[in-house]
């Protein structure tokens, strides 16, 4: 029963980065439109530019994850060496491998999923209306 609610609780999360990271990167887009216009001005493909931004959002996903499982690692190493003397019960500290990986590749694919519909969009820029674009 406790673990079916950290996993769900593990669901709410990445959906809630997924969204993060689709609205980053679609404000970063916006705010690059004339770098972009550019790129495509001088040669650079709707493909490539549309794989430039799907590996950028699979980058911020990366560090993302890598980030927060060094930081639950060790947050949970801390919560377990703050419990030894507190109770009666003994906690042992153990990160295993699995779930781990599992974790880290949702991020990464989850990351690589934000950024489908940006990159569709920034593909999609009018080269000469992007620019223009101050």
């Given amino acids: 029963m406790m673990l079916t609610l950290v996993y769900a609780l593990l669901a709410l999360a990445v959906l809630i980065a997924l969204l993060g990271i689709a609205n980053t990167l679609t404000l970063a887009l916006h705010e690059r439109t004339r770098e972009l216009g550019l790129l495509r ?6 493909a490539q530019l549309r794989a430039m931004v799907r590996w950028e959002s699979v980058l911020v996903a990366a560090f993302g994850t890598a980030g927060g499982l060094a ?6 190493w801390v919560l377990v060496k703050a419990s030894d003397g507190a109770s009666d019960t003994a906690f042992a500290f153990a990160l295993p491998p699995l779930p781990l990986t599992v974790v880290a590749l949702v991020g990464v694919v989850a990351g690589a999923l934000a950024g489908l519909r940006p990159a569709r ?3 999609r820029l009018d080269v000469l209306r992007a620019i223009a674009t101050e």
């Fill in 41 to 46: 001005a001088v040669g650079q493909t709707r």
């Fill in 71 to 76: 930081l639950g690692g060790f947050l949970g």
């Fill in 121 to 123: 969009r920034a593909a």
